[in-house]
């Protein structure tokens, strides 16, 4: 019974790290493509879909972290991952506005900053996907007796 509390606190506590290091993530690629002060601006703006996105991440690995894994689930969640902190890039690229021109891809530029909300609602959808995927998962888990 301690066992298992441990490990669903161990759970919450890694979903916790990884919804925090996916926002910290997001400042971090803003910072090196602008500033740290755009960053934290461009934050308060997209706060709801920054939070939603780190909301989504930290479950999935929080469930992942309290389920046992089979390959299946570690590409399920791997995919999921990718397209979450993908999303974050691609809605933050568009920044590189200083740069994009000089290289002639303004086009991108354009391209990335007409579609910011579609990437980051096609990263919640991910994110929704992958945790109906772990709660299945879990379910069937407690099912077969294996426990999580």
Do not use: D
Not at 40 to 49: D, E, I, K, V
Not at 52 to 68: D, E, N, P, R, T
Request: charged share 10%; aromatic share 12%.
């Amino acid at each position: 019974m301690l066992q298992k509390l441990v490990e669903n606190n161990n759970a919450i506590l890694y979903g916790l790290f990884a919804g925090l290091g996916i926002v910290i993530f997001y400042i971090v690629v803003l910072t090196i493509f602008q500033s740290f002060e755009f960053a934290l601006s461009n934050l308060r703006s997209l706060w709801y879909w920054i939070f939603l996105l780190a909301i989504g991440f930290g479950m999935q690995i929080g469930l992942y972290s309290s389920i046992k894994h089979n390959a299946m689930i570690n590409s399920e969640i791997a995919a999921s991952g990718s397209i979450s902190g993908g999303s974050m890039v691609a809605c933050c690229s568009h920044f590189l506005l200083n740069v994009i021109p000089i290289i002639g891809l303004s086009g991108l530029a354009t391209f990335l900053m007409s579609y910011q909300k579609v990437f980051f609602s096609i990263g919640i959808v991910s994110n929704v996907i992958g945790i109906g995927i772990l709660l299945n998962h879990k379910k069937k888990m407690k099912l077969k007796g294996g426990g999580c």
